[in-house]
Antibody, heavy 120, light 106 residues
């Protein structure tokens, strides 16, 4: 069974770049969609973007100019970079995939989430 | 972007009662709607996909219905562990979007 684990700094300064990694264990990254989703404290969920097994990426238009998602299949990891962060980017960041259900973009496998705070 | 509106924001019920949660889409999404449950401090858990298909491990007391723009998640007899947050999510159109959530409270 695929498992996901986020890692990265918990504190980022305003205007800097947020960088997170999601490590995939228990399965291959050769299929499915590999996503980042975030949740500001006390608020709802926001889809950030995905990387697919075909090599395609797509991002939420609200973040597109600042987001890059990349994959290192040799390390079974995928990463999120978000540039020029502000306090509005403070959130719990989750990596998620549909690798369990096989239903595209029905996320049945999630990491535990990592809180990233943007503050000087 | 498709906007998903969940209602009510908060649902106050007692164990054993039936809960009816609504999710309305700003345009038709066929049946491409999923429901998630989120406990405090935890990641969301997939309950239902394609409007009415229970995900692996979802108890039978949960059922989903709807198509087009109007969807419902029903919890037929609330258990104590069901008093948490629920989100809907559409996978019909990019960008993927989530509803604002419904909190089921005692």
């Amino acid at each position: 069974q695929v498992q996901l684990q986020e890692s990265g700094p918990g504190l980022v300064k305003p205007s800097e770049t947020l960088s997170l990694t999601c490590t995939v264990s228990g399965g291959s990254m050769n299929s499915y969609y590999w996503n980042w989703i975030r949740q500001p404290p006390g608020k709802g969920l926001e889809w950030i973007g995905y990387f697919s097994d075909s090599g395609r990426t797509d991002y939420n238009p609200s973040l597109k100019s600042r987001v890059t998602i990349s994959v290192d299949t040799s390390k079974t990891q995928f990463s999120l970079k978000l540039t020029s962060v502000s306090a509005a980017d403070t959130a719990v960041y989750y990596c998620a995939t549909d690798a369990g259900s096989g239903i595209p973009n029905a996320f049945d496998i999630w990491g535990q989430g990592t809180l990233v705070t943007v503050s000087s | 972007e498709i906007v998903l509106t969940q209602s009510p924001a908060t649902l106050s019920l007692s164990p054993g009662e039936r809960a009816t949660l609504s999710c309305r889409a700003s345009q038709s999404i066929s049946r491409y709607l999923a429901w998630y449950q989120q406990r405090p401090g935890q990641a969301p858990r997939l309950l239902m996909y394609d409007a009415s298909t229970r995900a692996t491990g979802t108890p039978a007391r949960f059922s989903g219905s709807g198509s087009g723009t109007d969807f419902t998640l029903t919890i037929h007899s609330l258990e104590p562990e069901d008093f948490v947050l629920y989100y809907c999510q559409q996978r019909s159109v990019w960008p993927l979007t989530f509803g604002g959530g419904t909190k089921v409270e005692i």
